[in-house]
């Protein structure tokens, strides 16, 4: 991909203030593209008595986390109906590989998990000074104890024969050398997304108030790299990173509660300006009309809506709503509802209303709130991990165990067996892999020795995922049935 590409060049820059938002809430023109999410619920027939809120389920496992104003599910006797976690039934029913959480690979858009996608593109690429534009290319701008045998409740060291395989670390940068080439972050590493029209490359945001673009390269001892393509610097360290590949934007939440945006074709930027503590997650999602809207969170405790303005080319907040679980650490689109998780548990917004549906109160939320075939899975900061169906009831509960007492990262993947894998990022450079539906632990892994991972995203090419610690370095892993280490 060249630096002529995108046909704005390094100065083409989006000047005059950039999007300021409401403050406030409230529609703010736009034609009424928004009827339906009047801030007034004068169009909006909302009905608690035929909300899909009401937990209809009964004597299950779980320790009455369901949503208030709704029965709760209480002590029941063990995992509902035989149950689809922790024992029988089977999670992931696809036998040639299953569906991934992210259809979009790192470097094959055609690759459906599980099998064998391209191998690294062996292009080569000019590194120059950088620009503001992420889209060009070339522009630089404590060891864990076990029992017996070396396992433990978190199951077995993945080292040797574990199919495990490390493939190339990044190491961190140092802040005081500005000619590295190819260093990762100097500070910790907050956030990650596939990025580019084909999820072909790996966007990277960190503490050091910098955003940067990766690709995957043939080379190196275990055959690949990561090379970096483009880097940005900003005034604020990096929170969380969305791409939204039809429209060719990038979305960077900043730790002042700024979202800044970087659209191409032509390039342009611009400042969302609203949330008064950090950003932690983005999201795109439909309405009624097809038009989409964007949805930000922050620390703050709001959830702030967007829509793009054609006649003034900028985005415009429509809404500013309050979920009521404190500081906000994820959402997650499900139907037509708005799942947050935040620091005093996780709540339910309906989009048509705009209200909150009801709250189920938990251990602070750490990561992504994950879904998948009808159930919503959260990890929490006591090292907890629970399993939700989509009205809110709680399917199974891992209580923290051994010495997975913390999490600070989640995601899930697929191996390339089929199995479903929860990854949970921990203090002092641990990960801990679990397989579902049983959530038997596959084992655990450092990542580097002291430095808490902060991140943890799945790239669904060749089985390989990347992992961000809060000493700044990226490492790229791969699960490989034939390595034997």
């Excluded at 736009?30 to 809120?53: A, E, I, P, Q, S």
């Excluded at 191409?264 to 008064?276: A, M, Q, R, V, Y």
């Amino acid at each position: 991909m060249g630096g002529g590409d995108f046909g704005g060049g390094k100065n083409n820059r989006f000047d005059g203030g950039g999007n300021k938002g409401r403050g406030k809430g409230g529609n703010k023109g736009g034609g009424g593209k928004f009827n339906r999410y009047d801030n007034n619920g004068n169009n909006n027939n909302w009905n608690n008595n035929n909300n899909n809120w009401n937990n209809n389920g009964g004597g299950g496992r779980g320790k009455g986390r369901g949503f208030k104003g709704y029965s709760s599910r209480g002590k029941g006797g063990g995992n509902k109906g035989g149950g689809k976690f922790g024992g029988g039934g089977n999670f992931n029913n696809n036998k040639n590989g299953g569906k991934n959480f992210n259809s979009n690979n790192f470097n094959d858009g055609n690759n459906k998990g599980g099998g064998k996608g391209k191998n690294y593109n062996n292009d080569n690429f000019d590194m120059q000074q950088g620009s503001g534009n992420p889209f060009e290319s070339g522009n630089m701008g404590n060891q864990r104890q076990t029992g017996g045998g070396g396992t433990s409740s978190t199951g077995p060291i993945l080292g040797k024969n574990s199919q495990l395989k490390k493939i190339y670390t990044v190491n961190a940068g140092d802040p005081r050398n500005r000619n590295q080439k190819n260093s990762a972050h100097a500070n910790s590493v907050e956030a990650m997304s596939l990025f580019g029209p084909n999820a072909e490359k790996l966007a990277t945001g960190g503490l050091d108030q910098k955003v940067m673009i990766w690709e995957g390269k043939s080379g190196g001892p275990q055959g690949g790299i990561l090379e970096k393509a483009n880097e940005i610097s900003l005034q604020h360290g990096v929170k969380c990173l969305e791409f939204i590949p039809n429209d060719d934007i990038l979305f960077v939440g900043l730790t002042n509660g700024e979202i800044k945006v970087y659209k191409n074709n032509p390039f342009k930027e611009f400042t969302l300006s609203g949330h008064t503590k950090a950003a932690t997650s983005i999201k795109m999602a439909p309405t009624p009309s097809g038009e989409p809207v964007i949805l930000t969170s922050s620390k703050d405790g709001h959830i702030r809506m967007w829509v793009w303005q054609t006649h003034t080319e900028s985005f415009n907040c429509t809404h500013v709503l309050q979920p009521e679980v404190g500081p906000i650490a994820s959402i997650l689109l499900l139907n037509n509802c708005l799942w947050v998780g935040g620091q005093r548990g996780i709540s339910c917004m309906d989009l048509e209303s705009l209200q909150v549906a009801g709250v189920i109160e938990t251990p602070p939320v750490c990561g992504p709130l994950i879904h998948y075939e009808g159930f919503v899975i959260s990890s929490f900061e006591d090292g907890s991990l629970a399993i939700y169906d989509e009205q809110g009831n709680e399917e199974f509960l891992l209580e923290a165990h051994g010495d997975h007492t913390t999490n600070t990262a989640f995601e899930c993947m697929q191996h390339p067996s089929g199995t479903l894998i929860l990854l949970c990022g921990q203090q002092d450079g641990f990960v801990t892999a679990y397989d579902l539906p049983a959530l038997n632990a596959r084992g655990s892994f450092i990542t580097q020795k002291g430095s808490t991972v902060k991140f943890i995203k799945a790239l669904n090419s060749n089985n390989m995922f990347v992992t961000g610690g809060e000493m700044g370095e990226i490492t790229l892993w791969m699960w490989d049935p034939n390595y034997c280490g």
